[in-house]
């Protein structure tokens, strides 16, 4: 963009700049209010709260509460190996099968293409999708339920090809004659060369699995495997905050439950929160990625 | 080299079916090998379910097994269209999303548009960071800041109370669903959004702009003349993506969101799914019978928008 200085043009720019500084306070602010009022004194933020621009009153005793909760911490683990499992299941899939369709002279790659892209356009449905994992693979209350049906995001895997079709072949080619198969070549030439695309799916869906609660919410019957997302749900929008506030009188445990919602948003968020400034520009890198040609 | 040079003239003599199958076996051993659990997982994940489609015109019940139940033909598409709720649901669904596409589709285009004439690099940097920050947050938590937010003491509706407007729990009263829902979309999704469109923006020849100012363009003029058509394969690619999901509503946040005061605006096909087939009752081949209409009228919504598309503007998906 090249910009000549002309008097309506700093106007806009003046405008521009207060949209922008508006575009700001208006996403963080949020954020800003829920933890003010997560650390402030539950009896005085009940009713009229007003814009909470500090804490009234201090107190953590709402996150002490949160930190004891038995439920938090167990579906805290849960998520964590949903997580870690659930990312690995993906990475490892998306890449064998992104390798796959970024073969040069392999007969059925056209079919095996087409019929991988049209299932991003036309899908089973919710419920035949439920009864082939509840009914047929029986994979009820398991962690598998929430691992295995979106094993491979195609849009993902689609983009990661693209990624491996980039990769020169003369690197493969000498390979192949020191007599390297294709497994050899996946694994030691091109995962290795692919490195900041392995970083950015990492993140795509290892965020995803954290964020996940509806196939839990089908799936999982046990509250010893609820996931983090599933007991938020419980928290904040079915509102039993009870089983926390144990045996306060009714009174206090309305208050308390309020600062109860706050202090858990943060502490299902903040981890997002702390990595998020770090990871920030892979994302980017990643949507740039795909936004080259799906 | 040599073998390679082999292989293309076993191609040209055109050896029996037979023979090129057991070569290109023998050839790409390993990727066929590396795409067993591949196309297993795409055979069972996705394939699976549309040969559970068939269930759509059976009567199941849990005890007939899935491919046991009697055929029903057309029976629950019959019921489904001449039930009360056929109107009301197809009404919800094209209204969220007619309204998402004027008001939330132009949304980060514009906000790209406006980012792209900020000056100063770092600022440009923090916005698209906080910007971004929601896209990240859990649905949960999101919908767990709107009900709070948006109650009879929320914040939000202490602002809407100042500005002169009722202070009521909006999310108790149905004429406010659809405001809310596409707003907090456009305040969680608008940075994210516009991370394609300022792609599109960064790789828009420079040389196009200086010509511009040769010929006297000032800002305005530049970004009618230069950026807005060099953004347009995008916007049309993305608006095809998008037309292709006209009838599917977000539904986990209406799930989360809805309640039965509220269902008379906010209920989507896809969430009605839910409730029926999953949720309050187990009527799974009515249920599969109504998502089954819903992507099936989204597949001729995509393949048509990309077919006009690629008359008119030579921009298509495929």
Known sequence: ?294 | MLHKKAAVQTVEVKKPLRVRLKNELVQNKYIYILAIPVILYYLIFCYGPMCGIVIAFKQYTPSSGLFGGEWVGLRYFKEFFSSMYCYRLIRNTLLISFYGVLIAFPAPIVFALLLNEVQGSKFKKTIQTVTYLPHFISLVVICGMIMDFFSTNGIVTKVIHALGGPQVNYLGDAKYFRTIYIATDIWQGVGWGSIIYLAALAGIDQELYEAAVIDGAGRWKQMLHVTLPGLAPTIIIMLIMRIGQVMSVGYEKIILLYNPSTYETADVISSFVYRRGLGNSFEYSYTTAVGLFQSVVNLVLLVGANAVSRKFTDTSLY
């Not at chain 1, 829920?34 to 009940?46: A, E, G, K, L, W």
């Not at chain 1, 994979?139 to 849009?155: E, F, M, R, V």
């Open chain 1, 1 to 294: 963009m090249v910009t000549k200085r002309t008097w309506s043009g700093k106007v806009f720019d003046i405008f521009n700049t207060l949209f922008m500084l508006f575009m700001i306070v208006i996403t963080l602010y949020p954020f800003y209010y829920v933890i003010t009022c997560s650390i402030s004194d539950s009896n005085m933020i009940i009713g009229d709260k007003g814009l909470m621009l500090l804490p009234k009153g201090f107190s953590m005793g709402a996150y002490q509460m949160v930190m004891r909760n038995p439920n938090i911490l167990s579906s805290y683990r849960v998520t964590l190996i949903l997580v870690v499992v659930g990312t690995l299941v993906n990475v490892l899939m998306t890449s064998i099968g992104a390798f796959v369709l970024s073969r040069k002279r392999f007969a059925i790659k056209k079919t095996l293409t087409i019929l991988i892209i049209f299932t991003m356009y036309f899908s089973g449905g919710m419920i035949p999708g439920y009864l082939l994992t509840y009914k047929v693979l029986h994979l009820g209350n398991t962690l598998w339920a929430l691992i295995l049906p979106g094993a491979i995001s195609t849009y993902n895997l689609i983009i990661m090809r693209t990624n491996f079709i980039a990769i020169p072949d003369s690197l493969e080619e000498s390979a192949k004659i020191d007599g390297a198969n294709e497994i050899v070549i996946l694994f030691k030439i091109i995962l290795p060369l692919s490195l900041p695309i392995l970083a950015v799916m990492t993140l795509f869906y290892g965020v995803g699995h954290w964020n996940s609660w509806f196939n839990a919410m089908l799936f999982i019957r046990d509250r010893a495997k609820y996931p983090l997302q599933l007991i938020l749900r419980e928290i904040l929008l079915l509102n039993s905050t009870d089983a926390m506030t144990g045996d306060a009188s009714s009174v206090d445990k309305y208050n308390i439950g309020e600062s109860i919602k706050y202090a858990t948003i943060i502490v299902a968020t903040l981890p997002i929160l702390v990595v998020y400034p770090f990871i920030q520009k892979y994302f980017v890198k990643g949507m740039l990625i795909g936004a080259v040609k799906g």
